[in-house]
């Protein structure tokens, strides 16, 4: 299984079996002024560039529901 498996796997359990996290998880995870993501911000790690792997899940949810905003796009 690659990452990208898991990756979908993930995402179409979110899909299928959490109809109500994804959308709030589109809603919450949202690039600030500096384009990170702050609702991923830890005192450990500092908060990633925005798309966030848990937005990636949630866009990649919403696609596979038919729902949603749809997956950002990336250059490449
Ligand atoms: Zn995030």
Redesign the pocket.
């Given at each position: 299984m690659t990452d990208e498996d898991a990756f979908r796997g993930i995402a179409r359990t979110l899909a299928w079996f959490c109809p109500d996290l994804w959308p709030q998880?589109q809603t919450?995870?949202v690039a600030d002024s500096t384009g990170h993501?702050?609702?991923?911000y830890s005192h450990a790690t500092s908060?990633?560039m925005?798309?966030?792997?848990?937005?990636l899940l949630a866009d990649e949810a919403g696609r596979l529901s038919g729902l949603g905003k749809g997956a950002p796009r990336r250059p490449g």
């Amino acid at each position: 299984m690659t990452d990208e498996d898991a990756f979908r796997g993930i995402a179409r359990t979110l899909a299928w079996f959490c109809p109500d996290l994804w959308p709030q998880l589109q809603t919450q995870h949202v690039a600030d002024s500096t384009g990170h993501c702050r609702p991923c911000y830890s005192h450990a790690t500092s908060a990633p560039m925005w798309p966030c792997r848990l937005r990636l899940l949630a866009d990649e949810a919403g696609r596979l529901s038919g729902l949603g905003k749809g997956a950002p796009r990336r250059p490449g």
